[in-house]
């Protein structure tokens, strides 16, 4: 079993900054992509940053030049540094991580999602 844990989120007024983290904990052999992903009401979830073990990234064009994703790959952790909120940033973010995990007498590549941190951006 592999669990991630979210934590960071919260009320913010526009242009201010907040900053996420995710510990992934369990059965981990290791980690290839961690990455977060956010849902607003009424919408999908999309896509905000990803990040390769090697440390390549992925953003969406929308939060290009006011995020930043790291990790800490000895401590299974991600991270997102969002600075210059905007309302439309207003969603529940979610971890995401492609675990390979001790499963028996083997190994097993599987997709893991954290529980969630809401992040409202309002005055």
């Known amino acids: 079993q592999v669990q991630l844990v979210e934590s960071g989120g919260g009320l913010v007024q526009p242009g201010g900054s907040l900053r996420l983290s995710c510990a992934a904990s369990?059965?981990?052999?290791?980690?290839?992509?961690m990455g977060w992903y956010r849902q607003a009401p009424g919408k999908e979830r999309e896509l905000v940053a990803t990040m390769t073990t090697g440390g390549t990234t992925n953003y969406q064009d929308s939060v290009k030049g006011r995020f930043t994703i790291s990790r800490h790959n000895a401590k299974n952790a991600v991270y997102l540094q969002m600075n210059s909120l905007k309302p439309e940033d207003t969603a529940v973010y979610y971890c995401?991580?492609?675990?390979?995990?001790?499963?028996?007498?083997?190994?097993?590549?599987?997709?893991?999602w954290g529980q969630g941190t809401q992040v409202t951006v309002s005055s």
């Open positions: 369990g059965s981990i052999v290791e980690i290839n992509v």
């Open positions: 995401n991580a492609d675990v390979v995990a001790w499963l028996g007498p083997g190994t097993r590549t599987s997709d893991y």
